[in-house]
């Protein structure tokens, strides 16, 4: 029965996914969701930019049809963290469909982040301790304020991290797709007892994602638009619900996330607003210098965030897990710093 639930969650997912991006396309051009041509992408002609919709269908169906599936749920508050993360997703999604129409500015935007992350803690979605890679304990339980903080801190950085992501054709979905999966086989086989419920959770977004990854992979359809900072609620959320999973997150989405910290600590240096998009991430530095196509750069994005989040599955001990997320950051640091000395040769606003 459990394999088929996976099966069933799975395939829903994708299913209605794939199916919504043609209404989704449809949309867009009818309300005006599109991008602007000469944009941070360069496009030539105006895009839909509803992907969003099309990922928001294929996972709250899912997840609500996983309610309906004779399995065990182990944890006692599994369900308002269940109900949390889909009040918190609908939040996230009617917010950044209306940006993707009136285009909000900065300020609104962070404080619906804020707000999203507030609503998971609502429903008891919070960090309360960490594992110590060097003892293998855990940590204390923090106080509330402390809880609260740190995970608002963590969903927001995911939120913003996947936003800043979604640069090029299929990259944030993809990037999201790979650490849904490894979400997925963690709480499905990884631990003991197996997390089957919870498994469910990631699997939908997985699902949901690779749907959407049909019309967003390059040259890409339709863009994800909203839908980044929504996917990034979703895997901010996901790494808490069932016990904490952070490390896998952390190690999977390494790259974007060391990207995204000294963009906007470099921009802050240049007295810009670090909310402001612009070219100087690694995506659009890795295209501009010509050396790699889209397509390759996307897969060599894939391929990393692969191969260090396969290790959270293959390490057993929490220190060498650590080691590896160190190595990681020492790897990314230099070949960051190697770049930003490189000519940036195009810039947009």
Not at 1 to 24: K, R
Not at 125 to 141: A, L, V
Not at 225 to 249: D, E, N, Q, V
Not at 259 to 274: E, K, M, T
Request: some cysteine; overall charge positive.
């Amino acid at each position: 029965m459990v394999l088929t639930a996976f099966g069933i969650i799975f395939i829903l997912s994708f299913s209605v996914s794939l199916l919504t991006v043609p209404v989704a396309r449809w949309l867009s051009f009818r309300v005006g969701a599109l991008s602007t041509p000469g944009g941070r992408r360069h496009e030539t002609e105006p895009m839909p930019r509803l992907g969003g919709l099309a990922l928001f269908t294929g996972f709250i169906v899912a997840v609500i049809a996983s309610l309906f599936l004779p399995i065990n749920r182990q944890d006692p508050l599994e369900t308002t963290r269940l109900a949390g993360l889909i009040v918190g997703v609908i939040f996230c999604f009617i917010f950044w469909l209306l940006d993707d129409i009136f285009e909000f500015g900065w300020l609104p935007q962070a404080s619906a982040q804020i707000v999203a992350a507030l609503i998971a803690v609502g429903f008891k979605i919070f960090i309360e301790f960490f594992n110590n890679p060097f003892t293998g304990q855990q940590t204390d339980t923090w106080s509330f304020a402390v809880t609260i903080v740190l995970t608002v801190f963590w969903i927001v950085m995911m939120m913003n991290t996947v936003n800043f992501l979604d640069g090029l054709d299929g990259l944030a979905a993809g990037v999201a797709l790979i650490a849904g999966v490894m979400l997925f086989l963690n709480s499905a086989f990884r631990v003991t007892p197996a997390q089957t419920s919870v498994a469910l959770l990631p699997l939908a977004m997985t699902g949901a994602c690779l749907g959407l990854l049909m019309h967003n992979f390059y040259p890409a359809k339709i863009y994800l638009g909203g839908g980044a900072p929504m996917l990034g609620f979703m895997l901010g959320t996901l790494s808490i619900i069932g016990g904490a999973k952070m490390a896998t997150i952390l190690l999977v989405m390494g790259l974007p996330l060391m990207d995204s910290a000294w963009q906007v600590f470099y921009r802050l240096l240049r007295g810009q607003n670090p909310m402001r998009g612009d070219r100087g991430h690694l995506h659009y530095r890795l295209l501009d210098m010509g050396i790699l196509s889209h397509r390759q750069i996307v897969i060599l994005y894939y391929l990393f965030c692969a191969f260090f989040g396969g290790l959270t599955l293959l390490l057993e001990s929490r220190l060498y897990k650590f080691v590896a997320f160190s190595a990681m950051l020492m790897f990314i640091a230099i070949g960051l710093g190697v770049l930003m000395r490189l000519p940036n040769q195009s810039s947009s606003s």
